[in-house]
Nanobody, 120 residues
């Protein structure tokens, strides 16, 4: 089993910054996809940023130039640096990872979500 724990959310004023972390643990052999999603009240969950299997990154148009996804493969930790936050960024943020376990089985795991509130 692979577990993801997301952290780093909180309350920040517009224009502020937060860094979210997603720590993966368990029988991990490799992680070939890691992403952050968010879900605002009354809205569907949407993809915010992702590392694809080819090593490239994708961002939602609404966060391009403000958010940066990164990862530390040695520690199995993913990050989402969020700058110039806006009230519309308020949501619960979830991390998602896909890969293979040490038993060479594919896995897909979700973190528990961390709340981000952007408000003055």
């Amino acid at each position: 089993q692979v577990q993801l724990v997301a952290s780093g959310g909180g309350l920040v004023q517009p224009g502020g910054s937060l860094r979210l972390s997603c720590s993966a643990s368990g029988s991990i052999f490799s992680i070939n996809f890691m992403a952050w999603y968010r879900q605002a009240p009354g809205k569907e969950r949407e993809l915010v940023a992702a590392f694809t299997s080819g090593g490239s990154t994708n961002y939602a148009d609404s966060v391009k130039g403000r958010f940066t996804i990164s990862r530390d493969d040695a520690k199995n930790i993913g990050y989402l640096q969020m700058n110039n936050l806006k009230p519309e960024d308020t949501a619960v943020y979830y991390c998602n990872a896909r890969g293979r376990t040490v038993f060479y089985r594919e896995f897909t795991s979700w973190g528990q979500g961390t709340q981000v509130n952007v408000s003055s």
